[in-house]
């Protein structure tokens, strides 16, 4: 035999020592493909099943005989297109527009924001709500004021306010 046979023969044993771990794991993973290949195969038949089955036990799969959805990656899902409009002229949902005369300013004056409940923007209706819990609410903050008309209060915060909330159940 000659030099260079041996160095030939010594290069393919390593070579073939080094490949072994790698030959084992695709075979394993051919092994597992054919387990997936019969998985998919028992999925595709029980399919009709899971189509009839599913809404009883809240899952939704689509419509039969056709795939389900592609499932969305993570973030922020896409827009869908809008509603159409109803040509009959219904009702329609929400604040109306400035122009039409629907929105007005909140009650409280120097506010500015557009009056949401009774008169009052968001932020001064949520302070009318706790106003009225607390009994404190003041004689000028009636339901649906004019708009600036009604002069904003500044309430007391931490130990004032607990003292100012003993009074108020003292005396109502």
Known sequence: MSVDKAFREMVRNEIELQLK????????????????????????????????????????????????PARRGPGRPARAAPAPVAASGGKKRGRKPSSEGGARECAIKGCGKPSRTKGYCAAHYQKLRMLEKT??????????????????????????????????????
């Not at 609410?137 to 003993?166: C, F, Q, T």
Request: zero cysteines; proline letters at 8%.
């Open 21 to 68: 771990p790698l030959r084992d794991l695709v075979s394993r993973l051919e092994a597992g493909t054919a387990d997936l290949d019969r998985l998919r195969t028992v999925a595709e038949q029980l399919a009709p099943l899971a189509g009839a089955v599913g809404p009883l036990f809240g899952v939704s799969a689509g419509s039969r005989g056709s795939p389900a």
């Open 135 to 172: 009994n404190r609410r003041p004689n000028n903050w009636v339901d649906y004021a004019e708009p600036n008309s009604v002069e904003d209060i500044k309430l007391p915060r931490g130990r004032a306010a607990a003292k100012a909330l003993a009074e108020a159940k003292n005396a109502g």
